[in-house]
């Protein structure tokens, strides 16, 4: 349990495979079960995303996709925000970026080690500050399939 403790601190995106692996050679031949069983008995498993983060909520109203065929010939026209993954070598950050599409310029941006709201919030308002209102503001789509 020491070596795989050792192990999952240097490296906590690995799973059991990996850890047996890596496993210094006075505790191989070691099962993957066993491995497999220690780490939930101490509590651990790998850290990486999760499949299916963004499932959407069936209550959420689905609003229709407003570009598809516009041409974007001003700033201020349309902005553009999305989250993405950094991964760091404890972990991940979560970064959110508002853009001007025209211009490309990034109006806003945020970090958190944390998926909440609180972050887009706040680099949404950073961005209203800067520039005037979009007349649109575009997101992923996460309500669900196309209508």
Request: proline share 7%; with cysteine; glycine share 4%.
């Given at each position: 349990m020491?070596?795989?403790d050792?192990?999952?601190t240097?490296?906590?995106f690995y799973g059991?495979?990996?850890?047996?692996v890596n496993?210094p050679?006075?505790?191989?031949?070691?099962?993957i079960k066993?491995?497999r069983?220690?780490?939930?008995?101490?509590?651990?498993?790998?850290i990486?995303p999760?499949?299916?983060?963004s499932?959407?909520?069936?209550?959420?109203k689905i609003?229709?996709y407003?570009?598809?065929g516009?041409?974007?010939?001003?700033?201020?026209?349309?902005w553009?925000?999305?989250?993405t993954?950094?991964p760091?070598?404890?972990?991940?950050l979560?970064l959110v970026?508002?853009?001007d599409?025209?211009?490309?310029y990034?109006?806003?941006?945020?970090i958190?080690?944390?998926?909440t709201t609180?972050f887009?919030l706040?680099?949404?308002?950073?961005?209203l500050?800067i520039?005037q209102k979009?007349?649109i503001?575009?997101?992923?789509?996460?309500?669900?399939p196309a209508?």
């Amino acid at each position: 349990m020491r070596a795989i403790d050792k192990l999952y601190t240097q490296y906590p995106f690995y799973g059991a495979r990996r850890l047996v692996v890596n496993l210094p050679t006075e505790h191989q031949p070691v099962n993957i079960k066993k491995v497999r069983r220690l780490m939930k008995s101490m509590g651990i498993e790998a850290i990486y995303p999760k499949p299916n983060l963004s499932k959407p909520n069936l209550e959420h109203k689905i609003y229709p996709y407003l570009l598809r065929g516009k041409k974007i010939e001003k700033v201020n026209e349309v902005w553009s925000t999305d989250i993405t993954y950094v991964p760091m070598e404890q972990g991940f950050l979560y970064l959110v970026a508002v853009v001007d599409w025209y211009s490309r310029y990034i109006l806003s941006w945020e970090i958190s080690n944390t998926l909440t709201t609180d972050f887009c919030l706040k680099a949404l308002n950073d961005a209203l500050k800067i520039g005037q209102k979009p007349e649109i503001f575009n997101t992923d789509r996460t309500g669900g399939p196309a209508r």
